[in-house]
């Protein structure tokens, strides 16, 4: 059974950093690592994605230049950095992968989510 556990979240000043994990158990391959957030009142937007194959990296608009996806395939772990937060990044993120097993193939996986508060 593929799980996906975050941790890392949490309540910080504007300006400040936080560094949000993702570990993966039960997959036999990770196709792509992501992570998404829903801020309050708004839907579940992609923020930031890296695939296994070329190691690409996609972001939200709003977080390029503040957040950076890494990822350890070895480990099956991937982070989320986020510097210069501001309130408007406050919301539940989730970690988000595509991942293979041998009984149910290629399919997407959500974690938990995690609460980040940007204070003012």
């Known amino acids: 059974q593929v799980q996906l556990v975050e941790s890392g979240g949490g309540l910080v000043q504007a300006g400040h950093s936080l560094r949000l994990s993702c570990a993966a158990s039960?997959?036999?391959?990770?196709?792509?690592m992501g992570w998404y957030r829903q801020r309050p009142g708004m839907q579940r937007e992609l923020v930031a994605t890296?695939?296994?194959?070329?190691?690409?990296?996609n972001y939200l608009d709003s977080v390029k230049g503040r957040f950076t996806i890494t990822g350890d395939i070895a480990k099956s772990t991937w982070e989320l950095q986020m510097d210069n937060l501001t309130p408007e990044d406050t919301g539940v993120y989730y970690c988000?992968?595509?991942?293979?097993?041998?009984?149910?193939?290629?399919?997407?996986?959500w974690g938990q989510g995690t609460q980040v508060t940007v204070s003012s």
């Open positions: 890296l695939t296994r194959v070329g190691g690409r990296t």
């Open positions: 988000n992968g595509n991942l293979y097993t041998y009984s149910t193939g290629s399919r997407e996986y």
């Open positions: 039960g997959a036999v391959a990770i196709n792509i």
